[in-house]
């Protein structure tokens, strides 16, 4: 049975819906209507996933959005007010940016995998957010961009996560023209994974988060890690880290059991260790 909180808009964790489905943990941003990433939904979902890295039981985070917009990035409205201030925004602009950097590192460093779900448009930081989950499965209406070239800011942050996820050219085109590409381009850029039906949506993603939470949690968190690590090495010393890396799973417990499994024909009784 899923257990389903909702929280009160008013508070800051109000802008999540969480749900728990044995190791899934789904966390869908409530901030209508666009889902705008203004600091207080940034905060709560940093909050979130801080609590999340230290539950072992979960396995795979999945992250949604209610309404037609998956996110439209920064909160415009809120950045234009702090113009205003006496430092004429640089403070909030430093402290939004940052806790942006902060919130993407943290999905990345994140020991369980997640899945970005996506029905609706993905914009600027909303994109740079889909981009920075490990796997992303969206919907054949939905749609992507980072189109701060079109009022004269320039998604230097987004193309962090963008360039890492789609191809070298694409991204650039995606950052020079501000231009909304369909799912089907997405895919092609390699910004997701797979495009399916919007009335299929949750049922595939349920599927596929369960299919890689039935995996040894163990083996997730250390495929996961070294993915990262060694994507940043040269090819020697990405194969000197990772061969590292293999001998210690080797010594694992899970690893020992699922060898004996496989040999045994047998199904494994993963123990996380």
């Not at 257990?3 to 409530?30: C, M, Q, Y």
């Not at 396995?59 to 920064?74: E, K, P």
């Not at 987004?158 to 070298?168: G, I, K, Q, T």
Request: charged share 25%; hydrophobic share 45%; aromatic share 6%.
């Amino acid at each position: 049975m899923a257990d389903i909180v909702s929280l009160h808009p008013e508070e800051p964790r109000g802008f999540l819906l969480k749900e728990r489905t044995d190791a899934i943990l789904r966390l869908t941003l409530n901030h209508p209507p666009t889902n705008a990433l203004s600091v207080a939904v940034m905060e709560a979902l940093t909050a979130e996933l801080d609590a999340v890295a230290e539950m072992p039981d979960i396995r795979v985070v999945v992250l949604a959005a209610t309404g037609q917009v998956f996110s439209a990035g920064h909160d415009l409205k809120e950045i234009t007010a702090h113009r205003g201030d006496e430092d004429h925004g640089r403070a909030f602009f430093e402290k939004t940016v940052r806790l942006a950097t902060e919130l993407m590192l943290k999905i990345t460093r994140l020991p369980q995998p997640v899945i970005a779900e996506v029905d609706g448009l993905a914009t600027a930081a909303g994109c740079q957010l889909v981009a920075s989950c490990d796997l992303a499965v969206c919907t054949d209406t939905a749609t992507f961009c980072t189109p701060g070239v079109n009022i004269g800011l320039f998604c230097s942050t987004p193309m962090v996560a963008v360039s890492r996820a789609a191809h070298r050219k694409q991204a650039m085109e995606m950052l020079l023209t501000g231009e909304t590409i369909d799912a089907s381009t997405a895919k092609d850029f390699g910004l997701v994974n797979r495009i399916v039906p919007k009335q299929y949506l949750r049922q595939v993603v349920d599927k596929y988060a369960a299919v890689i939470a039935s995996k040894s949690p163990q083996a997730l968190r250390i495929g996961k890690k070294a993915f990262h690590e060694q994507a940043a090495m040269g090819l020697e010393e990405a194969y000197a880290y990772t061969t590292d890396v293999m001998v210690e799973n080797l010594l694992m417990g899970d690893a020992q059991e699922g060898i004996g499994a496989f040999l045994g024909k047998r199904m494994p009784e993963w123990k996380g260790e």
